[in-house]
T-cell receptor, first 114, second 112 residues
Framework: NAGVTQTPKFRILKIGQSMTLQCTQD?????MYWYRQDPGMGLKLIYY???????DKGEVPNGYNVSRSTTEDFPLRLELAAPSQTSVYFC?????????????FGPGTRLTVL | GNSVTQMEGPVTLSEEAFLTINCTYT??????LFWYVQYPGEGLQLLLK?????DKGSNKGFEATYRKETTSFHLEKGSVQVSDSAVYFC???????????FGKGTRLHILP
């Protein structure tokens, strides 16, 4: 998956626990995105970033936080895990607007909250 | 607002059958259009794209033509294989935005 690394691959959390999902890229792309994909459903955008130091909310940001201190890393933080956050989380990157913004996806993190 | 509508799945076909997955869009402007594929247990991969009207994107035997007059970008393949079983997402991107809008996905099952 084109230079996008996500860790961990799987995680089980208890309600109220916190965790950080890591996303790292080695393609020097400015744009980074976090999506969640619920079972049998499409993608929903959580947060995105157009460059280091800049982040913005997507469609479903509640319960999550992000930071972008470097071009390479875009961690997603869950502060108080809830069962509704059980999902597969994908990080994606893209170069810039001139490339039509095609996105390259990481392999995903499967999170279960019990 | 901007949106993508694609046919509901699952779609089940026999090997070597002809495939069409319909996709239509609503957009204020002139979007780029994409088809992404997600194989079981993996992230999405770009399958093909078209950036302007009448462009045809093609890859791995799949193709789709950007039809501005019907606001459509239907995915086709002449002879599907079992290995094409996956979820297919239609998507659009507008230059003034910083994000892609995805359809809900269509699951494709190919029977041997």
């Amino acid at each position: 998956n084109a230079g996008v690394t996500q860790t961990p691959k799987f995680r089980i959390l208890k309600i109220g626990q916190s965790m950080t999902l890591q996303c790292t890229q080695d393609m020097n792309h400015n744009y980074m995105y976090w999506y969640r994909q619920d079972p049998g459903m499409g993608l929903k955008l959580i947060y995105y970033s157009v460059g280091a130091g800049i982040t913005d909310k997507g469609e479903v940001p509640n319960g999550y936080n992000v930071s972008r201190s470097t071009t390479e890393d875009f961690p997603l933080r869950l502060e108080l895990a809830a069962p509704s956050q059980t999902s597969v989380y994908f990080c994606a990157i893209s170069p810039n607007r001139d490339r039509g913004n095609e996105q390259f996806f990481g392999p995903g993190t499967r999170l279960t909250v019990l | 607002g901007n949106s993508v509508t694609q046919m509901e799945g699952p779609v089940t076909l026999s090997e070597e059958a002809f495939l069409t997955i319909n996709c239509t869009y609503t957009a204020t402007g002139y979007p780029s259009l994409f088809w992404y594929v997600q194989y079981p247990g993996e992230g999405l991969q770009l399958l093909l794209k078209a950036t302007k009207a009448d462009d045809k994107g093609s890859n791995k035997g799949f193709e789709a033509t950007y039809r501005k007059e019907t606001t459509s970008f239907h995915l086709e393949k002449g002879s599907v294989q079992v290995s094409d079983s996956a979820v297919y997402f239609c998507a659009l991107y507008l230059n003034r935005d910083d994000k892609i809008i995805f359809g809900k996905g269509t699951r494709l099952h190919i029977l041997p």
